[in-house]
């Protein structure tokens, strides 16, 4: 059985504030000295793979990792903004203590229905992130045809690409776990989707 793609997804390293459990979503922050070097043992244990492309999300927690790696490759690197972390609005940049203290009432709402929610200020929900986020890995997919492909991105947009690949409903995607510099594999075939590492 001839595979179509191999998709190396990896999440971003450990971010600047990181213990104080943020919620940055669309907030460009840096990494940590940890999270840069994560990236770094990332980059040398996928300098053997050969992918058509690296894609990585256009924020620089992101980008930070997929340059690393691609110094091991000389193929196409693509800074792409669908591939950013759901919009959070008004949470943005807050953490998960101010937002229990200063939002219950809209934490109560997301709890009740966590796939249509959407944070006050334009945040954006699991729903519109998934379409976002399954839109732009089709065309990646289509793009690199046969191709292995490498993938810089963030924790609740992998999410999503492996709910789909997992055969799972998105209101189980925060079951999945995704930490800082985590690598995962799937394989993709004509009739047929194997994930072979989750949060490695």
């Known amino acids: 059985m001839k595979r179509e793609n191999r998709i190396y997804l990896i999440r971003h390293g450990q971010v600047e504030g990181y213990e104080n459990f943020p919620v940055y979503g669309q907030t460009d922050v840096d990494l940590t000295e940890v999270g840069v070097v994560q990236m770094e043992q990332m980059a040398d244990r996928l300098s053997l793979t050969e992918p058509g492309a690296i894609y990585s999300s256009d924020l620089k927690r992101s980008a930070i990792g997929a340059r690393l790696i691609a110094r091991h490759h000389d193929v196409p690197l ?29 934490l109560e709402k997301r709890q009740k229905d966590l796939i249509n929610y959407k944070a006050p200020g334009k945040g954006e929900s699991v729903a519109a992130l998934s379409e976002r986020v399954e839109a732009v890995f089709e065309r990646i997919r289509a793009e690199q045809q046969g191709n292995d492909i490498i993938i810089t991105a963030h924790g ?13 409903d998105l209101d189980r995607m925060f079951n999945i776990h995704q930490g800082y510099g985590c690598l995962n594999i799937i394989d993709y075939f004509a009739e047929s989707t194997l994930v072979r590492l989750i949060s490695g």
């Open 156 to 168: 609740a947009v992998n999410r999503v690409i492996l709910c789909k690949a997992l055969g799972l």
């Open 78 to 106: 693509y800074f792409l903004p669908e591939l950013r972390e759901i919009d959070f609005g008004d949470w943005e940049g807050l953490t998960l203590s101010e937002i229990r203290r200063d939002f219950p009432e809209e």
